[in-house]
Each structure stands twice: as structure tokens, then as C-alpha cells.
């Protein structure tokens, strides 16, 4: 039975990452200063995330389209950040998006659809 999982994780990892790219839309324009501010805040985010997840490919598409660059952690290759969202976030779930705010607390932000609100409430042009 995990003989036949792997086989179509092989299978469809390829299709889903093609998928992803042909599909991603382009990020919004945003003014020079306008985008430096957006860059700066990102900073402090990070994405714990698996490459072939669907719900982590949902996540990345958003940014995407939101233009934001924000730090994607592997957490399914990378054993440092598997750890890390382990031992801080509490549990080895993606996506998750990791938030410090200017205090240094940090907030752990899971589900996809959470993850999604949470960007476009801070992220989207008004």
C-alpha cells in the first residue's frame, strides 16, 4: 500500500508544481514607496510549507498575487525548520505562517484559508 502511495505522490508532485506555475497569477502593482513598506513588513513572515502540498500551493499562489516576498521554509526536506515549527508552532502541520510583530512576540497562524485572510486583510490594496 505505501509502494502504491509513493507511486502517485511521484506521480502527481510533477503535474502539481507544472500546475502551479501555469496558473499563478501576477503579482498587483504597487508604488515605490507603497512596495518598500509591503517588503519591510514581510520581513517578519515566514511560510512553513511542503512543495506538493495543495493547501501550501493555495498559500503560495496568494502571495503571489498579492506581490509579497515572503520567506519560504521547507519543512518537509529541512529538518532545522520541521523542528522549528514543532517545538515553537506546536505541531508539524502546513501550511503555516509565521508571524513576529515589531515586539518580537510571534504568532503561529495555520489552515490555509486562515493563512489567506490573514494576507489579504493586511496585504491588499484598499
Not at 1 to 19: D, E, G, N, Y
Not at 45 to 70: D, G, M
Not at 87 to 103: D, F, H, S, W
Request: net charge positive; hydrophobic share 40%.
Amino acid at each position: 500500500m505505501r509502494i502504491l502511495f509513493k507511486v502517485i505522490r511521484l506521480v502527481l508532485t510533477p503535474v502539481m508544481l507544472l500546475s502551479e506555475k501555469l496558473t499563478t497569477p501576477k503579482g498587483i502593482k504597487r508604488c515605490g514607496v507603497a512596495q518598500a513598506d509591503v517588503n519591510a513588513a514581510c520581513q517578519q513572515l515566514q511560510l512553513y510549507q511542503f512543495n506538493a502540498c495543495p493547501f501550501c500551493i493555495r498559500v503560495r499562489k496568494e502571495i503571489a498575487r498579492l506581490n509579497l516576498p515572503v520567506e519560504k521554509r521547507d519543512a518537509q526536506r529541512n529538518n532545522e525548520y520541521r523542528q522549528l515549527l514543532a517545538n515553537e508552532g506546536g505541531r508539524v502541520k502546513v501550511p503555516c505562517l509565521r508571524i513576529e510583530n515589531t515586539a518580537g512576540n510571534v504568532q503561529w497562524l495555520y489552515e490555509s484559508a486562515d493563512i489567506i485572510k490573514y494576507l489579504n486583510s493586511r496585504f491588499s490594496p484598499r
